[in-house]
């Protein structure tokens, strides 16, 4: 009766000896055969065992013989026979069923069988029914159930039609799996737009309703960001105004009377009682982003495997969840950057119109003083104004370059495309850096054969892209040469500028064309640029619906590749430009005096030997105009060469730059130190990374002097003649001391650097403790107690709750006091520096005490790092006595008086 994969049907033929007797009908050791044999089968309409027919007796045989699930009614009233596999199928109704009547026994079930059982009994026609749905209530409740089923006619002795056989199989996990998994994909399909998470659970909650039997009703919930309340977001099979719209916890979610909705449910519509509610994840120690409300089938178990499909329904729903919200929230980075470069853009635009009018202001009056045939004008003085006007120049084409890339940006510039002779434009702005070239010891090849038609380009554009390129490949080129090829390919005019330099590191490929990108560590002639060319290159290229490409290996050079279509012009005429010779000019700037780094050692001057080393030639040139009144200056261009100056003649102080290529400061200050020869050098540090770790880094190395750019000539002289007399006082203590206050006087602080003793950002001062904090420490008097010092200090103060940048301040002031206790106390009665602190109530007292004398020192000396801190934070008195000095950094309470 039930469903079956299998059509079998049994002839049976009585024997000669009449068939099997009673006791052999029912052998064979099945449970159903025992429970049969035991059955009273008289009282059923086959009548006792011994008046089967021998037919009869053959198909009850045959049916318990089979493991396939099987069942054989006999007679006009449907009295059944079946064995232990369909025994499972019937569940409860067994064993009760044996010798009942099957309408009885599957009476809810009938409709869907009664016309194939009586078309296999009265048609003689077999029948083979897939995945037949019958309602059963095997297990105590209306249960859906699907069956493949075969029914065959069951003949008697005669050959008439005595019954019905049929082999059945239930499907019914099968055919619910295939369904469920088909509406998990119709809900990743559904979710997978990424779009509005209202709108996607909508869509969400479409799909569900393509499933009723599955989920009869569900709603989706989704947390709000201002109170973290659920909030319904979207339902389906139940109207929107029956489930709660908002809900502080799943839980009030499960407290709803599912059964009081009026929801049917189910493929016999039976009336949906019972709801889950499924937290949507967001992830891994995460909240979850809401809740799915589902309603339950009322016609399948809630067993683990339905339990199993709600939660992959709800990880779906969560999947999709987050995702839209991580794809709004990317939607509204990607806008807000949006909104921040166009902010950016506009500022570079606003800023670049403003310089434009001080440069004009400054430029032209130089320019006009330079060329006026009638001024007498000293020659220190038109060397100074052509150093600015050269200088002011490189600004104005930086300024200019900003308003371009800008003015691209915003759409505002177009290329005006003109009928050109591109191969021999193209070879004259290569010449244009033939010098610079030369001059840097390279070779500049030019291959620019004539093209086969004119190409139609903008002249301007295309003479930025040349020159960028050009002056790019002389700037990291140091050996070997540059090649400039152009060619046709197809309807394409190719550009190549190759050449034998550094390389680029492959990591650095991705972003060379981006703005303001510079390759990190990179060694070049120089290292001024904006980082701008590049990508101006790649802007103006696109703007000819051209490409540019890089390839490159590090240390054996790179070739960029410009590729643009011959076109079409768009004017007769190209617009103005500027003459080769100022473009040129403006585009090398580590070429403007390369003589100043073979500068001969001369007799040392009134104050000694100083070597300046710089890669800018400009600011060489400005040292040595600066310095050479009072000073005997040499120069070098980088690191490597300033050692081989400094292993000739040893100077009397070093003034370096930070960021040079090659060698750069740091590398050369190391290098002086490891050297026993020059490891007594003083060195002075110049440089332009203000606010960095620049400063820490280099007093860390033992850098006697830091001076950020720009400076004044002023304090650099003092802080060089500083220096020097330090470094001589310490290899010369008899020389004389020279008359001065004992405490240093004020001087422009170094920039806060973020290193071991700056402030963090982030930091929060520690609870304040409770009475005052005191502390008495005695350091040696040497270098090496300050780093001790400043870390025991660092400690206290911090455990007594003063705020980072107040610990900073009075750090800086109290090691600068020390140090100086330990530099400029003379003949100590103790080799010790005593330090004792007292922290109450928000004020600070810091008393520094060496035990000697301090020698006098010049104004020089009095501008020493440390000192403006002193008293621009604090109040500072110093003490002498016979006994030693002492310094009172006095700190009162903030808002305290």
Same mark, same amino acid.
């Given at each position: 009766m039930l469903a079956g994969r299998v059509v079998l049907e049994v002839p049976v033929a009585p024997d000669a000896a009449g068939g099997p007797d009673g006791d052999d009908v029912f052998a064979g050791g099945s449970e159903n055969g025992r429970l049969m044999a035991a059955f009273d089968w008289s009282t059923t309409p086959v009548g006792p065992v011994g008046s089967w027919p021998a037919s009869l007796r053959y198909a009850v045989r045959t049916v318990l013989a089979s493991r396939f699930p099987m069942i054989l009614t006999w007679g006009p009233q449907y009295t059944q026979f079946y064995n232990d596999a369909y025994a499972t199928l019937i569940g409860a109704k067994h064993p009760g069923a044996i010798g009942d009547d099957l309408r009885v026994t599957l009476a809810e079930g009938w409709a869907a069988l009664e016309e194939p059982v009586e078309r296999a009994m009265a048609v003689r026609e077999a029948s083979w029914i897939p995945q037949l749905l019958l309602l059963l209530e095997r297990a105590g409740y209306r249960e859906e159930t699907y069956f493949t089923v075969s029914h065959a006619p069951a003949f008697g002795d005669a050959g008439e039609v005595a019954g019905m056989h049929a082999v059945c199989t239930e499907v019914t996990r099968q055919v619910v799996a295939e369904r469920r998994q088909r509406l998990l994909h119709e809900v990743s399909t559904a979710?997978?737009?990424?779009?509005?998470?209202?709108?996607?659970?909508?869509?969400?909650?479409?799909?569900?309703?393509?499933?009723?039997?599955?989920?009869?009703?569900?709603?989706?919930?989704?947390?709000?960001?201002?109170?973290?309340?659920?909030?319904?977001?979207?339902?389906?099979?139940?109207?929107?105004?029956?489930?709660?719209?908002?809900?502080?916890?799943?839980?009030?979610?499960?407290?709803?009377?599912?059964?009081?909705?009026?929801?049917?449910?189910?493929?016999?519509?039976?009336?949906?009682?019972?709801?889950?509610?499924?937290?949507?994840?967001?992830?891994?120690?995460?909240?979850?982003?809401?809740?799915?409300?589902?309603?339950?089938?009322?016609?399948? @178990?809630?067993?683990?495997?339905?339990?199993?499909?709600?939660?992959?329904?709800?990880?779906?729903?969560?999947?999709?969840?987050?995702?839209?919200?991580?794809?709004?929230?990317?939607?509204?980075?990607?806008?807000?950057?949006?909104?921040?470069?166009?902010?950016?853009?506009?500022?570079?635009?606003?800023?670049?119109?403003?310089?434009?009018?001080?440069?004009?202001?400054?430029?032209?009056?130089?320019?006009?003083?330079?060329?006026?045939?009638?001024?007498?004008l000293p020659p220190a003085v038109r060397d100074q104004l052509t150093l600015a006007l050269r200088n002011g120049t490189r600004l104005k084409r930086l300024v200019d370059d900003l308003l371009e890339f800008v003015s691209i940006e915003s759409g505002r510039t177009s290329a005006v495309r003109v009928e050109t002779d591109l191969a021999a434009a193209t070879a004259e702005l290569a010449g244009v850096l033939r010098a610079a070239a030369e001059r840097a010891g390279l070779t500049l090849a030019v291959d620019c054969p004539p093209l086969p038609r004119p190409a139609a380009v903008d002249p301007r554009m295309w003479e930025k892209v040349v020159l960028n390129l050009v002056a790019n490949a002389v700037k990291y080129t140091f050996v070997g040469g540059i090649t400039v090829s152009l060619r046709a390919e197809d309807d394409a005019v190719v550009l190549c500028v190759s050449d034998t330099g550094v390389g680029i590191p492959a990591g650095e490929l991705?972003?060379?064309?981006?703005?303001?990108?510079?390759?990190?560590?990179?060694?070049?002639?120089?290292?001024?640029?904006?980082?701008?060319?590049?990508?101006?290159?790649?802007?103006?290229?696109?703007?000819?619906?051209?490409?540019?490409?890089?390839?490159?290996?590090?240390?054996?050079?790179?070739?960029?590749?410009?590729?643009?279509?011959?076109?079409?012009?768009?004017?007769?005429?190209?617009?103005?430009?500027?003459?080769?010779?100022?473009?040129?000019?403006?585009?090398?700037?580590?070429?403007?005096?390369?003589?100043?780094?073979?500068?001969?050692?001369?007799?040392?001057?009134?104050?000694?030997?100083?070597?300046?080393?710089?890669?800018?030639?400009?600011?060489?040139?400005?040292?040595?105009?600066?310095?050479?009144?009072?000073?005997?200056?040499?120069?070098?261009?980088?690191?490597?060469?300033?050692?081989?100056?400094?292993?000739?003649?040893?100077?009397?102080?070093?003034?370096?730059?930070?960021?040079?290529?090659?060698?750069?400061?740091?590398?050369?200050?190391?290098?002086?130190?490891?050297?026993?020869?020059?490891?007594?050098?003083?060195?002075?540090?110049?440089?332009?990374?203000?606010?960095?770790?620049?400063?820490?880094?280099?007093?860390?190395?033992?850098?006697?002097?830091?001076?950020?750019?720009?400076?004044?000539? @002023?304090?650099?002289?003092?802080?060089?003649?500083?220096?020097?007399?330090?470094?001589?006082?310490?290899?010369?203590?008899?020389?004389?001391?020279?008359?001065?206050?004992?405490?240093?006087?004020?001087?422009?602080?170094?920039?806060?650097?973020?290193?071991?003793?700056?402030?963090?950002?982030?930091?929060?001062?520690?609870?304040?403790?409770?009475?005052?904090?005191?502390?008495?420490?005695?350091?040696?008097?040497?270098?090496?107690?300050?780093?001790?010092?400043?870390?025991?200090?660092?400690?206290?103060?911090?455990?007594?709750?003063?705020?980072?940048?107040?610990?900073y301040d009075l750090l800086l002031a109290t090691c600068e006091a020390a140090t100086n206790a330990v530099e400029h106390a003379l003949d100590p009665a103790e080799p010790v520096v005593d330090v004792r602190v007292t922290v109450d109530d928000g004020a600070v007292e810091i008393a520094v005490h060496d035990h000697g004398q301090w020698r006098q020192r010049t104004s020089s000396m009095d501008r020493g790092r440390g000192s403006m801190l002193m008293s621009a934070f604090a109040d500072v008195a110093a003490t002498p006595s016979p006994s030693g000095t002492t310094v009172v950094i006095r700190s009162p309470r903030p808002g305290g008086g």
């Open positions: 979710a997978g737009r990424r779009e509005d998470e209202h709108d996607l659970a909508e869509q969400v909650c479409r799909a569900l309703a393509s499933d009723p039997l599955d989920v009869p009703l569900a709603a989706v919930y989704l947390t709000a960001d201002d109170d973290g309340r659920l909030r319904q977001a979207a339902t389906v099979g139940v109207p929107a105004e029956r489930l709660p719209g908002t809900a502080a916890t799943a839980e009030e979610l499960r407290a709803v009377p599912v059964a009081g909705l009026g929801v049917a449910g189910g493929p016999f519509g039976d009336a949906v009682t019972e709801a889950v509610v499924l937290p949507l994840s967001g992830g891994a120690g995460r909240e979850p982003v809401g809740a799915l409300v589902v309603g339950v089938s009322p016609n399948r @178990a809630l067993d683990e495997e339905h339990r199993t499909f709600h939660e992959l329904l709800a990880a779906q729903v969560a999947g999709a969840v987050v995702d839209a919200r991580a794809y709004a929230a990317e939607r509204a980075r990607a806008e807000a950057l949006a909104e921040l470069d166009r902010a950016k853009t506009t500022f570079f635009s606003d800023v670049s119109h403003e310089l434009r009018t001080p440069l004009t202001l400054l430029l032209a009056p130089i320019a006009d003083a330079l060329a006026d045939p009638g001024g007498q991705p972003a060379l064309f981006e703005r303001f990108h510079r390759v990190t560590d990179s060694p070049a002639r120089s290292r001024e640029g904006t980082g701008l060319g590049l990508a101006l290159v790649r802007e103006l290229v696109g703007l000819h619906g051209g490409t540019v490409e890089v390839a490159s290996e590090p240390g054996v050079g790179s070739t960029f590749t410009v590729r643009v279509p011959f076109g079409e012009p768009d004017a007769a005429a190209p617009p103005p430009s500027a003459p080769p010779a100022v473009r040129g000019a403006a585009l090398t700037p580590w070429d403007d005096d390369l003589g100043w780094s073979a500068r001969p050692v001369e007799p040392a001057g009134p104050l000694g030997a100083v070597l300046v080393v710089d890669d800018n030639a400009d600011m060489r040139a400005y040292l040595v105009r600066l310095l050479s009144p009072s000073w005997t200056v040499r120069t070098a261009a980088d690191g490597e060469s300033a050692l081989l100056d400094a292993a000739r003649s040893r100077p009397d102080v070093v003034l370096t730059d930070v960021m040079m290529p090659g060698l750069d400061g740091f590398g050369l200050l190391r290098a002086l130190r490891a050297d026993p020869a020059t490891r007594g050098v003083p060195v002075v540090m110049l440089t332009a990374r203000a606010g960095q770790e620049a400063a820490v880094e280099g007093f860390d190395a033992g850098v006697d002097d830091y001076l950020a750019k720009p400076f004044e000539s @002023a304090e650099l002289l003092g802080r060089l003649r500083s220096v020097l007399e330090r470094s001589r006082g310490r290899r010369e203590p008899g020389v004389p001391p020279r008359a001065s206050a004992p405490p240093s006087s004020p001087a422009p602080p170094p920039p806060r650097p973020r290193g071991a003793d700056a402030p963090a950002p982030s930091a929060r001062p520690a609870p304040a403790a409770s009475g005052p904090v005191t502390a008495a420490w005695r350091f040696p008097s040497t270098p090496a107690a300050i780093p001790p010092l400043r870390r025991r200090l660092r400690a206290l103060l911090t455990g007594a709750g003063l705020p980072e940048d107040r610990v």
